[in-house]
């Protein structure tokens, strides 16, 4: 689906990071990384079930069968407790850099400014991504700085774009392609998130740091309690013509 991002947001643990990011320093995790994080909050940094490319109900799974490799025998599956959830290794080994995007579907069916407010706006409250903001709010030439480097990476897959979000308790289907990196369970809606992945091949643990240069001239800094007084959401309504 077609959006508008209006900014992007990069939360952050402590100023250090946050001075990398104005110079333009993007380090990237490998999706792995997310899969296994552990931590005592819940749907926050850490999620098992990143880069799946299929989570099917239980009720749509029409035969699943398992074979003795020894015996030859067919053991028939059924009565599933659960979704089934599957995925491919190499998504896993993707780089990947996640901000909070401040966005709107152009087709979002919205009719009050509260309700727009709602949609775009960052919900600071949930979760614990760090107390540092770097907010982008060039975004033209953010995403001209961001392609013109990673078009310049050769031999490397590339991309970027808004997650979307599906619920786990009735959502059902597959993910096609590079989408499994941009899905994610509604647990994580909060979060807004806009991801940059680069992949080359490798498998590792590794992470990947990406320069797109300076990005002092589009970003301002905040405490992210400040977030939401700093960057506010108004409507103008067109002067009368005499």
Known sequence: MAATVYALVRFFKTESHREDFLRGDL???????????????????????????????????????????????????????????????????YHVYCMSAMYAYDDSDV??????????????????????????????????????????????????GIVEYYDPDSFSGTFNGDEAVFRKSNYFSHQKEFRIFAWDGT???????LNIGDLSDIVFNCHKTELNTLVSLDYSAPSEKP
Request: contains cysteine; aromatic residues 8%.
């Open 111 to 160: 009719d009050n400014l509260d309700a727009l407010r709602s949609e775009v706006m960052l919900d600071v409250s949930k979760g614990d991504l760090g107390d540092y903001c770097s907010v982008v709010f060039g975004m033209n030439q953010f995403f001209s700085r961001l392609n013109e480097t990673l078009n310049g990476l050769e031999g490397v897959r590339v991309g970027h």
């Open 203 to 209: 498998e590792g643990e590794n992470p990947r740091r």
């Open 27 to 93: 380090y990237m995790q490998r999706l792995k990384y997310f899969k296994q994080y552990e931590e005592s909050d819940k749907c926050n940094i850490g999620d098992r079930h990143e880069g799946l490319s299929g989570w099917l109900q239980p009720d749509d799974i029409v035969k699943l069968t398992i074979e003795n490799n020894e015996t030859g025998e067919i053991i028939h599956l059924d009565g599933l407790a659960g979704p089934l959830r599957f995925g491919y290794n190499h998504h896993a080994e």
